[in-house]
């Protein structure tokens, strides 16, 4: 499977289980990500630690639904190792809207619950 969940509290997980993730599977990640919005998450991480690379079209869907979820009260982080990954995510200046960590660990952790 190309994605796969993990629900942790009120935080969402999903990983992206593909070296490059692009054009192709851009739309249904996107999808997958509004039907979770609609079935009420609004706390997500999305995990590319699989991710060898990831094209703008991959990293659009992430900014849209970042909106979607900060127009309901939540947010999406992002968690990736990857150096390539990393600099794209810097060059695009994803980095300035969306907080990425090295790990899942540090993503979740850095959710603040009252």
């Known amino acids: 499977m190309d994605f796969s969940s993990e ?3 009120s935080i969402i997980i999903k990983k992206v289980n593909l070296s490059r993730a692009t054009v192709a599977e851009a739309e249904v990640f996107k999808n997958i990500l509004i039907d979770d919005i609609k079935k009420g998450w609004i706390n997500f ?3 590319l630690s699989e991710c060898e690379f990831i094209d703008s ?5 992430l900014v849209r639904v970042l909106k979607m979820l900060q127009e309901k009260g939540g947010t999406l982080k992002i968690v990736t190792f990857n150096r390539e990954v990393q600099s794209l995510l810097e060059l695009t200046r994803t980095t300035k ?5 090295k790990s899942k660990s540090e993503a979740i952790s850095s959710f603040k619950f009252d």
């Open 57 to 61: 079209t991959f990293i659009s869907v």
């Open 97 to 101: 809207i969306i907080e990425v960590f």
């Open 7 to 9: 629900e942790l509290g």
């Open 45 to 47: 991480i999305v995990n």
